[in-house]
T-cell receptor, first 114, second 116 residues
Framework: GAGVSQSPRYKVAKRGQDVALRCDPI?????LFWYQQALGQGPEFLTY????????KSGLPSDRFFAERPEGSVSTLKIQRTQQEDSAVYLC????????????FGQGTRLTVV | AQSVTQPDIHITVSEGASLELRCNYS??????LFWYVQSPGQGLQLLLK??????LVQGIKGFEAEFKRSQSSFNLRKPSVHWSDAAEYFC??????????????FGTGTQLKVEL
């Protein structure tokens, strides 16, 4: 596609419910990132994939967060047993492999846990 | 500790006035530097980036930024602000020596309001 696509755009989950957020990166982009943006804050790194390999998951806040990219393209961020503190915008970005290349961001998924 | 600081949380300028948004970083070596803009309900859009070379960088929408190594700063400027520039602006860095791809570390953002 022309850009990074994320779905759903909005998600309301009851506390304790599991959610899955999808990211469809730009075709051919090797690198894929997930960020979490709390209200009034800058995005914070969650995890990084190079193709299907998850090379860095140091930003995942707890073992309730899990991400995968099984075929090196579409990625899913899963949050189990959601808590109110998980409420945030989840941003996906993709880029070519080189460090000095631009990361393109999707519009994000706004998750509200009630 | 490595960090990116945007000291101004909110800035209000009149349309047509000049703008400067501040960004300071604290890293052992000069990282790659970026400015992103985020409009309500929109994803982050890259305005400009600095990797090396000329310290004055031109970006989209009439923005520019100047890298000053001595001050560890990368301030964003625009000579004449338009009402459509109202948005949140984020400074971000990628450490040069990284094994984690171009993982961005963002500042907390500056919310720009433009008065007509």
């Amino acid at each position: 596609g022309a850009g990074v696509s994320q779905s759903p755009r909005y998600k309301v989950a009851k506390r304790g419910q599991d959610v899955a957020l999808r990211c469809d990166p730009i075709s051919g982009h090797v690198s894929l990132f997930w960020y979490q943006q709390a209200l009034g804050q800058g995005p914070e790194f969650l995890t990084y994939f190079q193709n299907e390999a998850q090379l860095d998951k140091s930003g995942l806040p707890s073992d309730r967060f899990f991400a995968e990219r099984p075929e090196g393209s579409v990625s899913t961020l899963k949050i189990q047993r959601t808590q109110q503190e998980d409420s945030a915008v989840y941003l996906c970005a993709s880029s070519l492999l080189r460090v000095d290349t631009e990361a393109f961001f999707g519009q994000g998924t706004r998750l509200t846990v009630v | 500790a490595q960090s990116v600081t945007q000291p101004d949380i909110h800035i209000t300028v009149s349309e047509g006035a000049s703008l400067e948004l501040r960004c300071n970083y604290s890293y052992g070596a000069t990282p790659y530097l970026f400015w992103y803009v985020q409009s309500p309900g929109q994803g982050l859009q890259l305005l400009l980036k600095y990797f090396s070379g000329d310290t004055l960088v031109q970006g989209i929408k009439g923005f520019e930024a100047e890298f000053k190594r001595s001050q560890s700063s990368f301030n964003l400027r625009k000579p004449s602000v338009h009402w459509s520039d109202a948005a949140e602006y984020f400074c971000a860095v990628v450490p040069i020596l990284t094994g984690g791809g171009n993982k961005l570390t963002f500042g907390t953002g500056t919310q720009l309001k433009v008065e007509l």
